[in-house]
């Protein structure tokens, strides 16, 4: 199943080329706890128990082509946004000869020497809210990565059965500012987390650790790579950010980019493409 956020807040199940209008089952059915809400994100926690009515719905349900609409981040409101840094060799080869992304401080170890860091969650948007560049006079760079949205709770959970905690996956974009700041700082102006154009189930993606992606920005190719290249696998991510801290349904994980990350300016658009997920323009402003 493709579950999206689209235009107003409407909902979707996306099937071949075309997004089928879900919004009433969410409006619905949902079940919204009385105050204080449950950390995490209320529809991915309820997902399973919704799905038959969301796919009934989307049989007889009015149609747009993806073409037509405004894309939101299929996860409307995740209690974290954890990042995974150099967790591609050829990537962490790229960062510790480019002076500009080396001149942060835990720049250069291993992964486990530098441990998982956390975006803001007020930066995530869907891909067609687009990026706007903060600081235009410093460096934003795009870092495309595959998104892993965590569909239960998940407390020192096993590597040997992560993966059963996960809801699925989408495309992500780690947005960047590049300098010696803390990086999530650097990493969480408003619009520097895109996740899009929708959330492929995990039941469609047996394997994260078998796909092509590729990024262009104006067409010209920027990234492309396999996540079997990936040094720390998503079951292993998923296992070490749940001995750290909870994860709740509706958190992601952006797992780590490949080579070829560079800046983009105003007027740009970029491109990303995620083999069994689907494609994303994402405009920068
Ligand atoms: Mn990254």
């Keep these: 199943m493709r579950l999206c956020r689209f235009d107003d807040n409407r909902f979707g199940l996306v099937r071949d080329g075309f997004v089928h209008d879900v919004t009433s089952v969410v409006r619905d059915r949902l079940r919204v706890p009385p105050y204080p809400l449950p950390q995490g994100d209320l529809l991915i926690a ?14 007889g349900a009015a149609k ?22 150099s967790n591609y060799p050829a990537h962490a080869s790229e960062a510790q000869q480019d002076p500009q992304i080396s001149a942060y401080q835990h720049a250069g170890g291993s992964i486990e020497q530098q ?7 007020s930066a995530l948007v869907g891909p067609s809210e ?12 795009h870092e495309l990565e595959l998104g892993v949205v965590i569909g239960r709770r998940a407390a020192e959970v096993a590597e040997s059965n992560a993966l059963d905690y996960v809801a699925g996956y989408a495309i992500a974009l780690d947005m960047v500012i590049r300098g010696p700041e803390d990086r999530s700082f650097r990493k969480s102006p408003d619009t520097y987390a895109v ?4 959330l492929v189930t995990a039941d469609e993606i ?3 650790g078998a796909l092509d992606f590729s990024l262009t920005v104006n067409g010209e190719l920027r990234q492309a790579a396999n996540t ?5 696998g998503i079951a292993r991510q998923v296992a070490w950010a749940s001995s750290f801290y909870t994860l709740h349904p509706g958190d992601i994980i952006m797992s780590g980019t490949c080579q070829g990350v560079g800046r983009v300016l105003p007027g740009d658009c970029m491109e990303a493409a995620f083999e069994r997920i689907g494609r994303m323009q994402v405009p920068v402003y």
Excluded: C, H
């Design 46 to 59: 309820q997902l399973d128990e919704l799905r038959p009515a969301l796919e009934a719905q989307a049989d």
């Design 64 to 85: 747009l082509p993806v073409d037509a609409v405004r894309f939101l981040s299929p996860v409307a409101n995740p209690s974290k946004i954890i990042g995974t840094p």
């Design 115 to 121: 441990g998982l860091f956390l975006k803001a969650v």
């Design 130 to 141: 687009g990026v706007r560049v903060r600081f235009p006079q410093r460096r934003t760079d």
């Design 195 to 198: 996740l899009g154009p929708w």
């Design 206 to 208: 047996p394997d994260p």
């Design 228 to 232: 079997r290249d990936m040094i720390m």
